[in-house]
């Protein structure tokens, strides 16, 4: 059986924005997709995520239904958050 590591989402470089600006964070985001009903929506990162994941535990929004959720993506944006605005684009 294949180990299944972890995959964490490459960072932007900003590091002139963060010379620049307080407040910055890093905001994760995973991108989930039900295999019953077919709807995809995102969340925020939660540790242990990673690409391919099979969320267990978790029940789709839509159809309600546990175990059929699968981790298509996971990006990461810089955020300001006196703004509350994403700074660097979806990657
Ligand atoms: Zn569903």
């Known amino acids: 059986m294949m180990s299944e590591e972890p995959q964490f989402p490459p960072i ?3 590091g002139d924005i ?3 600006k307080e407040g910055v964070v890093q905001k994760i985001t995973s991108v989930i ?3 019953e009903c077919l709807t995809k929506y995102d ?3 939660k540790p242990g995520d990673f690409t391919f994941k099979t969320l267990m535990e978790e029940e789709c929004s839509n159809c309600n239904q ?3 959720l699968v981790i298509e993506e ?3 944006e810089w955020m300001d958050q006196k703004k509350g605005k994403i700074i660097s684009p979806k990657t």
């Open 43 to 45: 969340r925020p990162f």
């Open 33 to 35: 997709k039900c295999r």
């Open 12 to 14: 932007p470089d900003i």
């Open 74 to 76: 996971i990006f990461s």
């Open 18 to 20: 963060l010379k620049l």
């Open 66 to 68: 546990k175990g059929l």
